[in-house]
């Protein structure tokens, strides 16, 4: 892996290390590429108080602190400045006109509220509800049909626990989108640090025999998460098993900018 897109700071108030020591540790791992990708906040309403993403007042700190270190270690490592988006019909327009006022290299989607985090149901709880199902992969749809997505991180976070016939019947429409708009579908390694309900092998058969593109994600939450996949137990497996294969995990990056004035 020369890459991973997937990387956190301590502003979404459940990642430890500084963004030095992330990127210490990547070029210690062999990275040529670094981006960092928190939480981004959300214009909630000011009642609303989420504790699993930065607050929009962080935005300036969070961006000028990474442009000084993109430029410390210009020579060392590639830094890239991005967020992984929570995609909601409801904040995403406001969201992005604040995001597009500071230098913003990508941006990967991560659902894991549907329809959002005010109103909807956190899908990482197991659910036998058709309904919560259908609900996740409408909202995802939805989000990568917007064009900004580099890629779509976690995409079988949903912990549905009902019957594989209709997981897949659901499933699909996420493989199928992801291969008609080429978004890389990701395989969290975070999931194999804790015993998380993903990488979810039905998924990734279906996307596999679907002909889906994919690509790795250390989710790095904590610097000891940012390292290769032969040091991340149960991932070389997992890669074996169902024939996937990142090669150097480079990507091509959606420029969000330029995909939102198409939008617009």
Known sequence: MLANYHTHTPRCNHAKGSEREFIEKAIKEGFKVLG???HSPQPFEAEFYSWIRMRMSELTDYTETLVKLR??????????????????RKYFAALMEELRKFPLDYLIQGQHFAPNEVEGIYVGEKTDKEENLICYVDTTVEGMETGLF???????????????????????????????????LEVNMYGFSDGRNYPCDRFFRLAKDMGAKFVLGCDAHQTL??????????????????????????V?????HAA?????
């Not at 939102?260 to 617009?264: F, L, N, P, S």
């Open 252 to 256: 091509e990056i959606k420029d969000p």
């Open 36 to 38: 960092f990708s928190d």
């Open 225 to 250: 998460l940012l390292r290769q996949q032969e040091n991340t137990p149960g991932l070389s497996a997992f890669l074996e098993k169902y024939g996937i294969d990142t090669g150097d995990n480079i």
């Open 260 to 264: 939102w004035k198409q939008v617009k």
């Open 150 to 184: 580099t890629y779509l991180a976690h995409p079988d976070l949903v912990n549905y626990t009902g019957p594989d016939e209709i997981f897949c019947k659901h499933m699909k429409r996420i493989i199928e989108k992801s291969i008609e708009l080429d978004i890389p």
């Open 71 to 88: 430029e410390e270690y210009k020579n060392d490592i590639q830094i890239l400045i991005g967020y992984e988006v929570e995609y909601s």
